[in-house]
């Protein structure tokens, strides 16, 4: 009886052994992956704090942009040349239009003066330029009829002009950036909430998204007005 007692003991001694070695074959894996978890938390974090960083209440305003505060931004590309688009806040201001007329390659632009125009039936809606410079592309895609990408992508896809501007230097001090675009988003938004009707108001103090087209909202018959008054045209 002592063989077959060594024998199960042994047996038993050899399950036991292999359970141990599953367990550690899969709990290894699961410790890497919880590792890993852990060592990605603090990059995730980062990054969603860069992201809630660039958004003011439901405005998008990228870091590293410059804002005119007429509503046009400015990206520095390589050399003198410089990408210009209508910001996030200008797309929802005015919603859909028609068509935006550009300015031709060649053209001189003035900062502050007007850069192009957003066509919608019998309305035209002038917008200043945020640099001076000559023109040296258009993105006719975002411009056409009616514009395609401007509203969903309006710093990549949606950028206007490409502008090659000398005085590129001078013109930034007369631009926002960083904390300080913020900061004028956030006064903007304020305005914006004083010119709203009770009922639009209380929807976007709410967390509701901003209505595309929110100066129609507020006056169907005088947008247009109300949209000058934000791009200071």
């Given at each position: 009886?002592?063989?077959?007692?060594?024998?199960?003991?042994?047996?038993?001694?050899?399950v036991?052994?292999?359970i141990?070695?599953?367990?550690?074959?899969l709990?290894?894996?699961?410790?890497?992956?919880?590792?890993?978890?852990?060592?990605?938390?603090?990059v995730?974090?980062?990054?969603?704090?860069?992201?809630?960083?660039?958004?003011v209440?439901?405005?998008?305003?990228?870091?590293?942009?410059?804002?005119?505060?007429?509503?046009?931004?400015?990206?520095a590309?390589?050399?003198?040349?410089?990408t210009?688009?209508?910001?996030?806040?200008?797309?929802?201001?005015?919603?859909g239009?028609?068509?935006?007329?550009?300015?031709?390659?060649?053209?001189?632009?003035?900062?502050?003066?007007?850069?192009?125009?957003?066509?919608?039936g019998s309305?035209?809606?002038?917008m200043?330029?945020?640099?001076?410079?000559t023109?040296?592309?258009?993105n006719?895609?975002?411009?056409?009829?009616?514009?395609?990408?401007?509203?969903?992508?309006?710093?990549?896809?949606?950028?206007?002009?490409?502008?090659?501007?000398?005085r590129?230097?001078a013109?930034?001090?007369?631009?926002?950036?960083g904390?300080?675009?913020r900061?004028?988003?956030e006064?903007?938004?304020d305005?914006?909430?004083a010119?709203?009707?009770p009922?639009?108001?209380?929807?976007?103090?709410?967390?509701?998204?901003?209505i595309?087209?929110?100066?129609?909202?507020?006056?169907?018959a005088?947008?247009d007005q109300i949209?000058?008054?934000?791009?200071?045209?």
């Open positions: 009886m002592i063989p077959n007692d060594l024998l199960t003991m042994y047996s038993a001694k050899a036991e052994y292999l141990a070695v599953t367990f550690l074959l709990f290894m894996p699961f410790w890497s992956f919880v590792n890993k978890e852990r060592a990605l938390a603090p995730a974090v980062a990054a969603l704090g860069r992201l809630l960083d660039r958004v209440e439901w405005f998008t305003v990228p870091s590293d942009l410059f804002f005119h505060p007429g509503h046009a931004w400015v990206r590309d390589d050399g003198n040349v410089v210009v688009g209508m910001d996030d806040f200008a797309h929802k201001l005015v919603g239009v028609s068509a935006i007329s550009l300015p031709a390659v060649g053209s001189r632009l003035g900062q502050g003066e007007k850069g192009w125009s957003l066509l919608s309305k035209s809606i002038d200043l330029s945020p640099v001076d410079g023109v040296v592309a258009v006719e895609r975002a411009a056409g009829l009616p514009p395609t990408n401007g509203r969903d992508d309006p710093y990549r896809e949606g950028w206007l002009l490409k502008v090659r501007a000398p590129l230097s013109n930034t001090k007369q631009l926002l950036s904390a300080l675009a900061r004028w988003m006064e903007v938004c305005g914006l909430r010119r709203m009707s009922d639009l108001g209380r929807v976007y103090q709410d967390g509701g998204l901003p595309e087209g929110m100066a129609r909202s507020m006056d169907p005088n947008w949209a000058r008054e934000f791009f200071l045209t």
